[in-house]
């Protein structure tokens, strides 16, 4: 039988010694534990994530949206250069009966369309009533792919909003073709929707380093911008109140073996009129040897419409000169799927003619339709839907009929 020591008089029995212990320690515990706490509230907060809000308070100021009355209205985006002067985007605001521009915080302001060109897509504003704040024209040389890109723009309308992206690569067209604005652009990977277009692209110190043209439809969050130094290049012209338009020679070209040789040719095109036929070898154009079809396009890039090219062909051997006089790319009509498209105020084609019992008639398309998207991509001219419709593929048209949106499945 165990036999238990009696504990020395004035001595905790052990039980109770444990006990004490384990509540000094708690109490140790929960000291340490508030005094952390102090610490980390004295602490100034370390996010970590980026915050791009003092950007934005920064450099909205200088975004302005822009709205268009026309044959239909139309909203974009747009940004100051000066107190008086607003860059946005051509097809926004061509053909505009009244354009008004807003800042983030103010009143809608009246402004004339100043100059344009069709070669970037761009155009420059005036606000006679002044006090715009101007934003910071960069250079996107400066960026690298990867680079964090910001846009400020009017998307829906819905006033100014901020999109967060990266540079996805420099000199960048959007088609394949003459028939995209003529220059080399940005591509950024930024979420962007209609009513962007017109917007300034900032880098991370807050200049403006392109200006924001569309969006690549088949894409997701792949859009475009004309470099910021396109604009300046073109600044003085538009200052000058002149309203470039884009050549149209109406060819379609084959590289083959250095040779630029002639593939088609659209009916009734300053191509047509001026004699060329298919097989021909295009060997120099206003003076240039040409070896690829990218210099046929470059040659076109640095003229207007209404310009006289001389060329010289090679057919069958034999070599020849060829005076082509050029016409407006906006303006030139097109015949495709059964329908006559003239340009249309603004942008795109309207329907002015459908042969019975064609594609477009079997559609529902009619006579005075206008064209302003195709799968989605809006298309600035009747050469746009004459390309984006060869092929025969199904194709959605988005139109205005009678002032209103129509959607129609092109089969």
Request: glycine fraction near 10%; charged fraction near 20%.
């Amino acid at each position: 039988m165990a036999v238990t020591e009696p504990t020395p008089a004035g001595a905790e029995p052990p039980w109770q010694s444990r006990q004490a212990a384990l509540v000094v320690a708690l109490v140790a515990l929960v000291a340490a534990t508030m005094a952390l706490l102090v610490v980390r509230a004295e602490r100034p907060r370390e996010d970590p994530w980026p915050s791009y809000a003092d950007m934005f308070d920064r450099v909205s100021e200088g975004v302005v949206n822009v709205a268009v009355e026309a044959p239909d209205r139309r909203v974009g985006s747009g940004f100051a250069i000066s107190q008086h002067e607003v860059v946005t985007a051509r097809h926004l605001v061509q053909d505009a009966t009244t354009t008004l521009v807003t800042p983030i915080s103010g009143w809608p302001m009246s402004a004339t369309v100043v100059g344009s060109d069709a070669r970037t897509d761009l155009a420059l504003l005036r606000v006679e009533a002044g006090g715009l704040r101007p934003a910071a024209l960069g250079s996107s040389h400066r960026l690298r792919v990867g680079d964090t890109v910001l846009a400020i723009g009017n998307p829906y309308g819905l006033g100014h909003t901020l999109s967060v992206g990266v540079l996805g690569q420099h000199q960048r067209r959007r088609l394949p073709s003459d028939r995209a604005p003529r220059v080399d652009f940005l591509q950024l990977s930024l979420p962007l929707n209609p009513g962007n277009s017109g917007g300034p692209v900032f880098d991370q110190r807050g200049d403006v380093v392109g200006v924001l043209s569309g969006t690549y439809a088949q894409g997701q969050g792949i859009a475009f911008a004309v470099p910021a130094e396109a604009l300046i290049e073109t600044l003085p012209a538009l200052r000058g109140g002149k309203h470039v338009t884009r050549a149209f020679l109406g060819v379609t070209t084959h590289g083959i073996a250095g040779e630029v040789v002639i593939a088609s040719i659209i009916p009734s095109s300053p191509a047509d009129r001026a004699g060329l036929l298919p097989g021909d070898v295009l060997v120099s154009a206003a003076g240039r040897r040409l070896n690829r079809p990218l210099d046929l396009q470059e040659v076109l890039d640095g003229v207007s419409g209404r310009t006289e090219l001389e060329l010289d062909v090679s057919r069958d051997g034999e070599s020849r000169q060829v005076r082509a006089t050029l016409t407006d790319w906006a303006t030139a009509p097109v015949v495709v799927s059964g329908m006559i498209l003239n340009a249309a105020p603004g942008a795109g084609g309207r329907v002015v003619a459908v042969r019975a019992g064609s594609r477009a008639d079997r559609s529902g398309v009619r006579k005075g339709d206008v064209v302003r998207a195709v799968n989605g991509e809006p298309v600035r001219a009747p050469a746009d839907v004459k390309f984006r419709l060869t092929g025969g593929e199904a194709a959605q048209l988005d139109l205005v009929r009678d002032g209103r949106p129509t959607r129609l499945l092109l089969e």
